[in-house]
């Protein structure tokens, strides 16, 4: 009886290049079907950035609330009960209206609650407040 004794030398190895060839056909088949893949979706025609700024500029409506429980609207001081109004009146001339309320650190918040009302009542929705960085 003939024993036999394995040794070091006859330790059996792991073939690797089967598995590599199959990891690059696969990754050739990925690569080929990618390129014939179609983006589905709308083709949209998008503004110049400098078309853009101006247009959201046009778009929007500033009130500012100073220190005093001042209200202006557009550059002019108004009553707080004349927001809806002029609101009302300028949003029948814009496609998307936004309304931005910049607030100072000292106006009471009752007065900001006020103009927020007006703006709601006056059916704009896109409306931001806006107050100063504290230092």
């Given at each position: ?73 557009n550059k002019r001081r108004i009553d707080v009960r004349a927001v809806r109004p002029n609101v ?38 896109n409306y931001v407040v806006a107050t100063p960085k504290a230092n």
């Amino acid at each position: 009886m003939r024993h036999k004794h394995r040794g070091a030398e006859d330790e059996t190895d792991i073939d690797m290049t089967p598995m590599l060839d199959i990891v690059f056909i696969m990754l050739i088949f990925f690569i080929v079907t990618a390129s014939f893949l179609k983006e589905t979706g709308v083709e949209l025609s998008r503004p110049d950035s400098s078309q853009k700024s101006q247009d959201t500029e046009a778009q929007s409506i500033f009130i500012d609330i100073t220190a005093r429980d001042e209200v202006w609207y557009n550059k002019r001081r108004i009553d707080v009960r004349a927001v809806r109004p002029n609101v009302e009146r300028d949003k029948a001339k814009m496609d998307t209206p936004s309304v931005v309320i910049k607030a100072d650190r000292d106006a009471t918040s009752g007065k900001v609650i006020e103009v927020v009302e007006g703006v709601r009542q006056a059916g704009v929705a896109n409306y931001v407040v806006a107050t100063p960085k504290a230092n």
